[in-house]
């Protein structure tokens, strides 16, 4: 099999893309140098014979060699350490207090975004002042606490539109390029992005929009011209937005290696705002259910975007991604070594694979009457406090939605 970036116990980045792994003993040897977690490359793996895993009759593997990074093609960002944007709750009751507030700003964000695609649908000028001030106001509570506002970002993942969709990639690059060290204006020009990414689309015929079935080649045309109409509306509404809100709107779909759309545009061509929206826009899109396909648990997602690395996306940004959402990103379902089963509700940044988990459910898979926080990173050597898997929410009837929704 194919693999894909390779992590040590400590998440420090190993091995690239492209290794193969053709046996128990090389297994073994990724072990002893502290793997922990890899992804599989499906794509390049598939029709591969199970014979592959047989162990060699000459015993072990050499040493497995480091493979470096492939940034080539794409400005190399500042080598920094991302750490979190804040403390973050450390017991239910202040995350339940946290998660109300940023719920409210999100609630509040959503009624503009979708005031002002109701605008521009009617052929009126909508209010970026209020816009700008929304987003402000976003901004400031990711900064806060970052965890949170993407935890809200898994609502509504059964009503798929555009309104909460710009929301949710207006919250995922926001918080993405505060963890790259973005300066608070920077963030608030990505996040505007964002928010206006897919203006394009209310030139797209609704019944297009809400097509369950496939879209003939005449009607992808017609959706893939709304990057270019989506700037087209700004410039008629003589609306003042920086450059790179236009190369969001405008290359969002743009891949790195061209095959994407309108421009064809490749490589170090992308705006690196353009790109970081890209991979946003991707991952909220798996991980919601749409009229086309039922959504991806987010590590589903995540595996699916790193098969496009140096495809489809820079190999860099789809790092720095993953470093930021975590290897169980916030929202996660899963199941501890002791059989223990909750959600993800903080991301440890220097151990991502101890994140805190809300526990709901005992060793029994009973449903507990009081949740509270654990913190896997304290005693993380504990064989119970692994995460063993993640898991789909609705096969334990927990609708996370809900969950969060009534507290």
Same mark, same amino acid.
Do not use: W
């Given at each position: 099999m194919y693999i894909e970036d390779v992590f040590n116990e400590n998440e420090?980045?190993?091995?690239?893309a492209d290794m193969m792994v053709s046996g128990y003993h090389e297994i073994e040897s990724l072990k002893k140098q502290g793997v922990s977690f890899l992804f599989v490359n499906a794509k390049?793996?598939?029709?591969?014979?199970?014979?592959?895993?047989?162990?060699? @009759? $000459?015993?072990?593997?050499?040493?497995?060699?480091?493979?470096?990074?492939?940034?080539?093609?794409?400005?190399?960002?500042?080598?920094i350490v991302i750490e979190d944007v804040s403390a973050g709750p450390d017991n239910?009751?202040?995350?339940?207090?946290?998660?109300?507030?940023?719920f409210n700003v999100r609630q509040k964000t959503v009624y503009t975004v979708r005031n002002m695609l109701s605008d521009i649908r009617a052929g009126r000028a909508f209010s970026m002042q209020a816009v700008a001030h929304t987003v402000e106001e976003m901004v400031e509570q990711i900064l806060e606490n970052n965890d949170v506002s993407l935890r809200i970002c898994q609502l509504k993942k059964h009503s798929y539109n555009t309104y909460i969709h710009s929301v949710n990639v207006a919250v995922l690059v926001a918080a993405f390029a505060a963890?790259?060290?973005?300066? @608070?204006?920077?963030?608030?020009?990505?996040?505007?992005?964002?928010?206006?990414?897919?203006?394009?689309?209310?030139?797209?015929?609704?019944?297009?929009?809400?097509?369950?079935?496939?879209?003939?080649?005449?009607?992808?045309?017609?959706? @893939?011209?709304?990057?270019?109409?989506?700037v087209d509306i700004i410039k008629k509404m003589?609306?003042?937005?920086?450059?790179?809100?236009?190369?969001?709107?405008?290359?969002?779909?743009?891949?790195?290696?061209?095959?994407?759309?309108?421009?064809?545009?490749?490589?170090?061509?992308? $705006?690196?705002?353009?790109?970081?929206?890209?991979?946003a826009d991707v991952y909220d899109t798996l991980t919601s259910e749409t009229n086309h396909r039922k959504s991806c648990l987010p590590q589903e997602a995540l595996a699916l975007i790193f098969q496009g690395c140096d495809e489809e996306y820079s190999r860099t940004l789809v790092e720095y991604f993953t470093k930021m959402l975590g290897?169980?990103?916030?929202?996660?379902?899963?199941?501890?070594?002791?059989?223990?089963?909750?959600?993800?509700v903080k991301i440890n940044r220097k151990s991502l694979l101890?994140?805190?988990?809300?526990?709901?459910? $005992?060793?029994?898979?009973?449903?507990?009457?009081?949740?509270?926080?654990?913190?896997?990173?304290i005693n993380g050597e504990q064989t119970g406090n692994r995460i063993e898997c993640s898991l789909n929410p609705e096969n334990f009837q927990v609708n996370v939605d809900q969950f969060i929704t009534s507290l």
């Open positions: 420090l980045l190993l091995f690239s390049k793996s598939k029709g591969q014979s199970s014979e592959i895993f047989n162990a060699p @009759k $000459d015993g072990a593997f050499p040493e497995l060699p480091k493979k470096k990074t492939d940034t080539s093609g794409f400005p190399e960002l500042p080598k239910l009751e202040e995350y339940e207090k946290q998660l109300k507030k940023a963890s790259l060290g973005y300066s @608070k204006d920077k963030i608030l020009e990505i996040s505007i992005g964002g928010i206006l990414h897919d203006i394009g689309k209310v030139k797209v015929p609704e019944h297009l929009l809400r097509k369950t079935g496939a879209y003939t080649m005449s009607e992808l045309e017609q959706i @893939k011209k709304h990057p270019v109409s989506g003589s609306l003042k937005v920086p450059d790179s809100t236009f190369n969001i709107i405008l290359q969002h779909h743009e891949r790195f290696n061209g095959s994407g759309y309108p421009q064809r545009l490749k490589g170090k061509q992308i $705006d690196e705002m353009a790109q970081i929206c890209a991979i290897i169980y990103p916030v929202g996660s379902f899963v199941k501890l070594a002791s059989q223990e089963m909750g959600i993800v101890t994140p805190h988990v809300m526990i709901l459910f $005992d060793s029994h898979e009973k449903r507990i009457s009081s949740p509270y926080i654990r913190n896997l990173m």
